[in-house]
């Protein structure tokens, strides 16, 4: 009989556990019975509560985009609709100390490779790179008018460039350096 409650609960367990599972590993070669062992459950009950790993690896970073976005809705609510202040908070966010770790920044590396093959993982990835381009391209409008939406693609293309020299690099993640080069990417598509 099943313990009332505990769905929720374990989904979580096999979440945290996907994206720890692939720090650890540095890729998507894992198995759903070293994810439920990291959770401390039986493979069986991964299966059941996701199918496969793949759904299991989706589930992990639809979490990791909901962290992300309520970030960066708590950093545009604090810069108070100051648009120079609104893009440096999202350029920030991304490299805040949840978003920018050692796990987060494989899972983000191995989700770009899955949506190569995968279409639920594009289809994810797409959203997200609508969302963060139209995110950044709205406050730029206002300090560059028309060419907000190429500046953004380009900032946009550097948070992935940052995102791929440290997971190619090892070693502890350095956020405010990436940040410090955003920021100063930023400052020269204002000039």
Do not use: C
């Amino acid at each position: 009989m099943p313990k009332l409650g505990m769905e929720p609960i374990r989904r979580a367990a096999l979440v945290k556990a996907t994206i720890e599972e692939i720090g650890a590993q540095g890729s998507l070669d894992v198995t759903v019975a070293q994810i439920a062992r990291r959770a401390g459950m039986s493979s069986a009950l991964a299966h059941h509560y996701f199918g496969n790993k793949e759904r299991i690896f989706l589930a992990a970073m639809r979490h990791l985009l909901a962290e992300y976005s309520g970030e960066v809705r708590d950093a545009l609510i604090a810069a108070k609709g100051d648009p120079r202040a609104r893009v440096a908070a999202i350029l920030r966010a991304n490299f805040g100390p949840s978003n920018f770790r050692p796990e987060v920044i494989a899972a983000w590396l191995n989700f770009y490779v899955l949506a190569r093959t995968s279409a639920p993982a594009a289809r994810l990835l797409r959203i997200y790179h609508r969302r963060l381009r139209s995110n950044l391209a709205h406050d730029l409008r206002a300090l560059l008018g028309p060419g907000a939406g190429d500046a953004a693609e380009r900032l946009a293309a550097l948070i992935d460039g940052m995102y791929l020299k440290q997971g190619l690099a090892g070693g502890p993640a350095d956020g405010p350096a990436a940040t410090r080069q955003l920021l100063a990417a930023l400052e020269l598509e204002l000039k």
